[in-house]
């Protein structure tokens, strides 16, 4: 017989299913690596999104710890947790949006293309496990090297017949964090007030702000402009380098993580005018991926825009990070393809 406290257990259990299975109002999301230094955080303030109904966290160690902790928070999600690969099925089914922050990350003297070896197998595990169970979910990437991983996961979904480009977005979203954050400092200005276009790809010389569509409009010396691309560019490598061994960023992440989760399910329920900058597949330029504003709508990435009038120096950013994204991208197709 189960004791009174398991019995009590069991039914307040069942209410809160039958909640999450009568269309408590919101939508479904799943986050892959919930246990890490991204996922945590990242879990946390999802638990906190008005927008969500039932936040599924995924990983392979740890995920029932962090949903037990992240389920007593008294907002509306209902939460559930799902441990290592077995229950990764389980975890995406019927899921809207899945957040991936899964993979290792760098420490200092390493570059975002010396995590591709492990990481680069991740992605296409977990993509796989999304094409069978939840196909038409909104997917945002945020494992590194995101240049290649985005590449990689079009791969998986293409093979299994369930690719459609509006639904796979890479989170380039850090480096408007951290663009805005930069440039508010140099003009003496709130960052909540300024918003700069990032477009590219996310690593070194691909991130490429356009300091030249900031709004407010305003104008930068040769000076600041060089001091601004360079730490815009560089702002990973300088918390990696303060972290000194322990991980990359986190917490910044989760920020933008959830600044952008939060986009593509207004987007979901219908907003209008919601725009993020996002690496994603574009005819923007020559290369098959390539990040620029989208906006994001019921069916994702509804609209790529275009990249408008850039500066000479910008053009000459510009060439250079096609250049490395172009190796990048066909490094990520050629896991998959051979
Ligand atoms: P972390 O090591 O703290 O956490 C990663 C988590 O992934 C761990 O909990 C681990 O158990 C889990 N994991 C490993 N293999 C898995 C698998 N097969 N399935 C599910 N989960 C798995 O690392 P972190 O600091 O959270 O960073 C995660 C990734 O995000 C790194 O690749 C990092 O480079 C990247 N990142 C990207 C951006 C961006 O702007 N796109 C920013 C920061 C970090
Ligand atoms: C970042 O931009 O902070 C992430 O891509 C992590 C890293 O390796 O720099």
Do not use: W
């Amino acid at each position: 017989h189960p004791s009174n406290s398991q019995m009590g257990e069991s039914s307040m259990l069942k209410r809160s299913e039958c909640r999450a299975k009568g269309g408590a109002p919101g939508f479904k999301v799943a986050i892959l690596g919930a246990a890490g230094g991204i996922g945590q955080p990242l879990a946390m303030l999802m638990k906190i999104n008005p927008l969500v109904s039932v936040l599924h966290l995924y990983d392979v160690v740890n995920a029932h710890g962090v949903t037990a902790d992240i389920s007593h928070m008294d907002t509306g999600a209902v939460v559930r947790g799902f441990l290592g690969q077995p229950q990764l099925e389980s975890a995406l089914t019927g899921m809207d949006l899945v957040i991936i922050p899964a993979g290792v990350p760098r420490k200092p003297g390493m570059t975002r293309d010396d995590l591709f070896n492990i990481n680069a197998g991740i992605v296409r595990t977990l993509c796989q496990g999304i094409a069978k169970c939840c196909p038409n979910a909104i997917v945002n990437l945020i494992s590194n090297p995101v240049n290649s991983t985005v590449p990689i996961a079009a791969e998986v979904f293409k093979k299994a017949g369930t690719y459609d480009p509006k639904r796979l977005l890479g989170v380039t979203t850090l480096d408007v964090v951290r663009a805005n954050t930069f440039v508010a400092e140099v003009l003496g200005l709130d960052p909540r007030e300024v918003n700069v276009p990032v477009v590219g790809g996310h690593s070194g010389v691909t991130i490429l702000p356009l300091l030249s569509q900031v709004k407010p409009p305003c104008t930068f010396t040769p000076e600041e402009t060089e001091y601004l691309t360079n730490r815009i560019q560089n702002g990973g490598t300088e918390v990696v380098e303060a972290k000194a061994g322990t991980g990359s960023a986190t917490l910044s992440m989760a920020y933008a993580a959830v600044k952008f989760a939060d986009a593509c399910l207004r987007g979901l329920r219908g907003d209008a005018g919601v725009v993020e900058c996002s690496f994603v597949e574009s005819q923007v330029t020559d290369l098959p991926f390539f990040a620029t504003k989208v906006r994001l709508g019921r069916k994702g990435a509804e609209e790529v825009y275009q990249l408008g009038p850039l500066n000479e120096y910008e053009r000459v950013g510009l060439e250079k990070a096609k250049k490395e994204l172009a190796g990048s991208i066909q490094k990520g197709i050629n896991f998959i393809k051979k």
